[in-house]
């Protein structure tokens, strides 16, 4: 593989591509066009809640896993080996939990914006404050995935989004499965390139160690990825309002059921792809020899090398990865347009009419995607794609998780709590998450994964030896390096974890919420569940007496 793959598409590849981008468009334009659709904002924003649970579970696994998972884990797995597959023990509670938890609340209260639910709870400073945290949230994440697809987002609201994922999740199967047919039969089939896993030491065994500044252990990805997981779908708003869009609350909760199946499949996805690689490659990476700049494009640079003599694949693959991340900005173009029209604009223009509200959500749709295409560039300084999506949603998603959970959990907690809990893990966040940042440029490369168990014995002395060395001559961070230091894993648990424990302690201190002053159906009873050996008169200052999630069914906010 010494030779340099002229990085071209054929006539054909040029085709496809192009074929599957416009069938993408076309969804949009056929909502926005057939049968005078899209006239209100309800059909515009929320599908008018009528979508059944297939294509909103594939719209929900195509949201935010797609992209990130087809460029960005085959490089981890590559790089490090399969410990990354872990992540997948995370999805059973942090599906679980929002079909059980967050999906019936929201979805009784009948919402459009997952912020109308903080004026409910808390006040409307809470509400804008945490939708402007969400929109600055979106803008950065996009910036990471960004591509022209404004177009039919702007046209064909979210109807033609979900139905544009369902399309798009069907190419991304399609291309990777392509790639792993083709490369694992060019490397002597699926058995050698085991063998060369194996030997390379890129299969992973079970880390259980608990440091926490250690990048990738069963407990960052297990653990740490549950936070991670309800972040983006127990709250996130581009989640959210596909849960909201379905026809009923128990397809909405199946909707989590059929995606958690899919998300298992795309992650092995992703690691057989890296074992591939590795199996072309070896240690002798495309980015060693110079012929790639990061990790992440060695995953192209290893799509055109398969297909070389295999016109079309490398157009089927590319577009696979267009889809993907085109799924993900739809999606978030939509939300975001939601949460500015239902949160920002329609309380302080109570009398627009729905023509010009949903003329102005398609506007809005449109400026966020040119607003995510001038800060691309700032995304392309933030390391590896998987790890900067996933550092956004832990430092912003974590704070928003643990917003929701101060005010569907802790029924003392008042907005004053709220708010100073809000900042507080957001100042947290953006502490850790810079000075991260700062010492990771300065920082060498991390040392790929060595599984010693895997090599002969020869080899495990001499990577006890070499491990060694590298113990003695690197050294541990102390203090405030430390935190610096935590695994990007972790951080939607720590930021979340700060907000509730500060939201808690100043509601105390301010004085804590009564149970008349909150509005039915914002709480979930699980405290009056946990706390049952308390006695009534302290379950009543702690508002834990009355289940309030279950008291209505509905609410309508205005």
Not at 15 to 38: C, K, P
Not at 63 to 91: K, M, N, R
Not at 158 to 176: N, P, R, S
């Amino acid at each position: 593989m010494g030779e340099v793959v002229q990085m071209h598409f054929t006539t054909v590849d040029y085709v496809i591509f192009t074929v599957l981008l416009v069938a993408s468009a076309g969804i949009g334009l056929f909502y926005a066009f057939s049968g005078g659709r899209q006239r209100t904002t309800q059909e515009f924003l929320m599908a008018d809640r009528s979508m059944s649970c297939l294509p909103v579970s594939l719209s929900l696994l195509a949201t935010f896993q797609s992209a990130v998972a087809i460029l960005g884990a085959p490089s981890e797995v590559y790089t490090f080996g399969t410990q990354y597959w872990f992540l997948g023990c995370s999805y059973f509670l942090g599906l679980l939990i929002p079909a059980h938890v967050f999906i019936p609340v929201f979805y009784r209260l009948r919402l459009s914006s997952t912020y109308e639910y903080l004026e409910l709870r808390f006040n409307k400073m809470v509400r804008i404050c945490g939708t402007v945290t969400f929109i600055f949230q979106m803008d950065h994440h996009m910036a990471i995935l960004v591509a022209l697809d404004t177009g039919h987002v702007a046209v064909g609201g979210l109807k033609a989004v979900i139905w544009t994922d369902v399309f798009q999740t069907v190419v991304m199967f399609a291309g990777q499965l392509a790639v792993i047919v083709v490369g694992s039969s060019q490397a002597g089939g699926i058995g050698e390139v085991w063998r060369k896993a194996v030997n390379g030491s890129r299969i992973a065994g079970l880390d259980l160690n608990p440091d926490p500044l250690e990048r990738h252990t069963f407990w960052t990805l297990g653990v740490g990825g549950i936070f991670l997981m309800l972040a983006l779908y127990g709250v996130n708003q581009a989640q959210v309002q596909r849960y909201l869009s379905s026809r009923t609350e128990r397809e909405a909760v199946m909707s989590c059921y059929v995606v958690f199946p899919c998300q298992q499949i795309v992650l092995c996805l992703g690691c057989l792809m890296g074992l591939v690689m590795f199996a072309r490659y070896g240690e002798d990476s495309p980015l060693k020899k110079g012929y790639v700049k990061t990790n992440d494009q060695m995953v192209l640079y290893f799509v055109m090398d398969v297909f070389r003599d295999l016109p079309g694949l490398p157009g089927l693959f590319v577009a696979c990865l267009f889809s993907g991340a085109l799924s993900t900005i739809s999606s978030a173009f939509n939300s975001l347009a939601t949460v500015t029209m239902e949160d920002l604009i329609k309380p302080h223009f109570p009398s627009m009419t729905e023509a010009k509200a949903t003329l102005l959500s398609k506007g809005l749709a449109l400026a966020y995607g040119l607003v995510c295409l001038a800060m691309a560039y700032i995304a392309s300084i933030m390391g590896s794609v998987l790890q900067a999506a996933f550092s956004i949603f832990g430092m912003v998603g974590g704070p928003l998780l643990g917003l929701f959970c101060l005010g569907m959990f802790f029924p003392w907690a008042n907005s004053i709590g709220a708010m100073v809990g809000l900042v507080a893990g957001l100042a947290m966040a953006f502490w850790i998450g810079i000075g991260s940042f700062v010492m990771r440029i300065s920082a060498p490369t991390p040392v790929p994964l060595l599984n010693t168990s895997a090599l002969p014995l020869f080899d495990n002395i001499t990577s006890t030896v070499m491990t060694a060395v590298v113990s003695t001559t690197t050294a541990k961070p102390t203090g405030v390096e430390a935190l610096y230091s935590l695994s990007y894993m972790w951080y939607s648990a720590h930021n979340s974890t700060t907000v509730v424990v500060v939201g808690l302690i100043v509601s105390l201190l301010t004085g804590p919420m009564k149970e008349k002053e909150l509005t039915p159906g914002t709480v979930y009873p699980v405290l009056g569940t946990l706390l049952f050996f308390l006695p009534e008169r302290y379950k009543e200052k702690l508002c834990c007496v009355t289940p309030l999630a279950h008291k209505v069914t509905s609410y309508s906010y205005s």
